[in-house]
């Protein structure tokens, strides 16, 4: 059974930072492209960033770009989001996915085969 589990959402002030970690089971994520995403009340779940299965290259939108930085160790299974400068509208639930590897990185929810629960990230003004 395929696991995608978050952590690392906090409360924080605007300014402050965080990490997010992706800890996957039952697959390997170097077989897999993963992106993360984010989803406020009330709105639609928004791109937040992809790396290819090797780290190999990395897209954000410009609403987090130099902000935001997404790695992962495919040898621990395990995705990450560092989010710097966070900003009041940062405030979502944050989600892991895992697509299979494609040609080019997918930005659309329905790119993505395999989803985590969510992990809160509030940014307090």
């Known amino acids: 059974q395929v696991q995608l589990v978050e952590s690392g959402g906090h409360l924080v002030q605007a300014g402050g930072s965080l990490r997010l970690s992706c800890a996957a089971s039952?697959?390997?994520?170097?077989?897999?492209?993963m992106g993360w995403f984010r989803q406020a009340r009330g709105k639609e779940r928004e791109f937040v960033a992809a790396i290819k299965w090797n780290g190999g290259d990395t897209l954000y939108p410009d609403s987090v770009k130099s902000r935001f930085t997404i790695s992962r160790d495919n040898a621990k299974n395990t995705v990450y989001l560092q989010m710097d400068s966070l900003k009041p509208e940062d405030t979502a639930v944050y989600y892991c996915a895992a697509r299979m590897r494609a040609t080019l990185l997918g930005t659309r929810k329905y790119d993505y085969n395999y989803w985590g629960q969510g992990t809160q990230v509030t940014v307090s003004s």
């Open positions: 039952g697959l390997s994520i170097g077989s897999y492209d």
